[in-house]
């Protein structure tokens, strides 16, 4: 999710975008520490790349720190949802869903 | 956007407990949010969350670190059970480790330290082994700091638990040490076992976190390699405002010259020889003493200074030789100290306190203080308004003293100065105003200079006060409580007892024979006759008037060239200068009592040892006229006022009986001699338990 996530954002992606994106679709509140705890794992594995903005007055003089999604993490995105398209397509309409 | 300040609390759990160093994108998203109209109820669960979340994740990522360290602290009983064996074994009475005090003491705590570290870094290598096998190579630097570090955290983990047992549970926890073995140990969940846990886990952690965890790096797009100095070393990346002190070093560099000096006050600081004390020796003396403490405490610095590790290596704050001079003006105080600690004198925590108070002044009058923009204030009184009157240092110092008076009622004097140093340290830190400017390097040098002379002065004066004085109230304790009647014979035996029962009089053996007592002739029972006074029916009274023998093992009995002197235990304190301190009483009969004819004996003794740990009384009858000596056991008697639970501090010997059955029946008939083992709990067994036997009443059957 915070991979379709940072996607959809573009380079304006920080921290707070990240965290309403994920709200919006979820409908739940998102701990912004998770976000942050999951991105560092993505990092370390080169999925994700930073990099910090400037500081603003709001923000008590910390800078937002900016992630894009690298090319492996792109590929890696396209793998999975080649795999949970044909994992999906066979499987039959669950109870509820419409066909 | 209206800018709204984050709950205080919270704010610093986010900056400061949330591990990594990437805090700040999120607590400035944090306080977007906040301005944006989110509450402080939002705010704390999201901080609560973050500290939540970042740690899981971290321990998670380092299951195996954690498991490992888990896995290899629980060995730690296992491990102090064979180091006590190996210890009591074959170290014992190895050559090397037989030296005088005070080389005894560090030859044991380096003995001690350096097997404690072999166990601690068995892992690192361990995982050293199959890291460099997978040819994931290991940073020599990071892994001596790991070294280095893991002695620091053990130390000061187990210095930091010993502290705290010694203030909440006093004497310490009984420890059955005798019944230890090393497969008992393993599935050992007593508390002492698991508390002894600790301090080895904490240093397995520290040691594998620092050689395989990889320090997080910054952001990949902005992650620049830093530049390589000509030696090799990586150049330091210097903060942004160079008036901002990096207190991230100074621990380190504080305690490289603490230890340091302390070492050198190890090695040279005694108090003045029994005999033959010179003033001026005693100037010169206390001129070294303090002169060496300042000139290691500012080497031990230097090192540290130096060294690739510190963070000090390019443009340092403020210059080495500032920070020299105004870091010796604490270590002078050092040598007073450690002369106060040795000698158990309840001054000892003062003279820390006045330490660490004079380091932190001096650090707070050399380091600039931090520019803070303040922030603007709209209304008159706004400010005041706003602005909490809330003094955490103020509360912390109360609380320290407070901490320190109740360990200084309960006598526990050295524990006490612990608080008070920081009590010293955190008011001289917070209290002084720091230099508004800084004026011309070598004038704020000069004045440097001047203010140490002057510390340095003041401290030569006090160590020699000490040194006279606690040379006076030494020869005070040895002479024992002083006797107007006492003839000059009897002042020379006691001096020469005095300098025979000093620690440094390498004595192979001591036999200590009681002061003889005037008008009061021993009365040994007649052979043959009822075990009871003429004319009445109270037991036989026979005062101890027989010498004690100090030896040390392997031999069983004080040698023949055993130095003989007068006076009673509870007035002396002997140490053994290795190997394990045996003590005997003996007491001679004029004649034969038949077994049978005695029910009980029992034994009055006084008690004046201050130092924890049971001490138990066996005793032994012997007929020393057959061959072979034989003897009958009665058996051991714990002395109550040592056992844990009724253990205090005494200025005063205390009086205790103990009573010992006599068997009817047994291979002896008769007996000429009661001989009393001292038998104290292994880890005081080097020093003499100052317990004195006053009399036996033997009761008839």
Known sequence: ?99 | MKRRAAPAFAGWMVEHLVPGDRSDGLAGDLLEQLAAGRTSRWYWRQAVAAVASGWFALLNDQRPLLILALLWSSLAPAWTACFNRLQDGALAYAETWRMDTPWSSVSAFSLWMVLNLLFIWTPIFLCLIPNTWISRSISRRRFRLALLLTAFVFFAGYFVEWVLFMVFSWPGPAIPGHSFTPTAELTDVRTWALMLRIPYFLSVLCALWTTQVPTAAGPCEEAVPQPRSLTGHRERVLPADPSRFNLVGLPGLLVSGFVSALFACLLLCRMPGIHGVVNAKLVVEALVYVGMAALAGAGGTALYWNSSDSPFTSNPPLSFDRFALVTAASWVWVPVAFLLVVHHSPAAPFAIALGAASLAAGLRGAIPEPIIPEAPVKGMFEGALRTGCRDWNGLLIAVCVATAAWAFSRGLSLPAAIPLATAGFVFAWKYRIAPADSADNAQVIRRDLVKLCGTAMTAVLVTLAVMVFGFAGRGYRLAGVPDSKSTVPNQARRAQARQALSKSSGYQSIILWPLPQKNEPVSPPPEHEQLLVPDTAHPLIIRFDGPYWYFQSPHRQPSSKAHQAHGTPVDYRIEASGGQLTMEAHQFLNGRIPLSDCREIQMTVANRNNAPGTISLAMLLTNSELRGKPAVYLGQQPVVSTEPAHFSFKSAPVTEVLRFSVPDKARLRTFNEITVMFLPERGRSYLAPEIAIQQFALFSR
């Open chain 1, 1 to 99: 999710m915070i991979l379709l996530a940072l996607v959809n954002l573009g380079d304006e992606a920080y921290g707070v975008p990240i965290a309403g994106e994920i709200e919006k679709h979820r409908g739940r509140e998102v701990s912004l520490g998770s976000i942050y705890a999951a991105l560092d794992r993505l990092e370390v594995r080169g999925i994700v790349a930073s990099r910090l903005g400037d500081p603003t007055p709001e923000r008590g003089g910390k800078a937002r720190r900016y992630f894009r999604i690298t090319d492996e993490g792109l590929r890696q995105l396209a793998d999975t949802r080649k795999v949970l398209e044909k994992m999906w397509s066979r499987m039959p309409a669950l109870k509820g869903e419409r066909a």
